[in-house]
Nanobody
Framework: HVQLVESGGGSVEAGGSLRLSCTIV????????MGWFRQAPGKEREGIAH???????RYVDSVKGRFTISQDNAKNTLFLQMNSLKPEDTATYYC????????????????????WGQGTQVTVS
């Protein structure tokens, strides 16, 4: 039984920073595609950053240069460092993972990911 638990959300002023964490328990595949997604009210969920077990990383253009995805494989934890936050970054942020590391470039529909966290709210004012 795979569980993902996000933490680190909150409220911050524009220009500020937050660091999200996602702890993954029970994942037993040797490969992975892990991603951070966000969903603003009334909008479709979008993938913003992805990383494979080999460390291949991809960002959506809107967060490039501001957000950094990283992983600690020994601790089964995924991170998202968010700097220079903007009001348009306000959303519920989710982490997700599955074993399909060969398709981990942001083109895969978010609905195809197997395992999800519960989400954490980020509000930028």
């Amino acid at each position: 039984h795979v569980q993902l638990v996000e933490s680190g959300g909150g409220s911050v002023e524009a220009g500020g920073s937050l660091r999200l964490s996602c702890t993954i328990v029970g994942y037993e595949y040797s490969t992975h595609c892990m991603g951070w997604f966000r969903q603003a009210p009334g909008k479709e969920r979008e993938g913003i950053a992805h990383i494979t077990d080999e460390g291949k990383i991809r960002y959506v253009d809107s967060v490039k240069g501001r957000f950094t995805i990283s992983q600690d494989n020994a601790k089964n934890t995924l991170f998202l460092q968010m700097n220079s936050l903007k009001p348009e970054d306000t959303a519920t942020y989710y982490c997700a993972t599955d074993r399909w590391s060969s398709v981990c470039d942001g083109t895969r529909d978010w609905k195809t990911f197997d395992y999800w966290g519960q989400g954490t709210q980020v509000t930028v004012s």
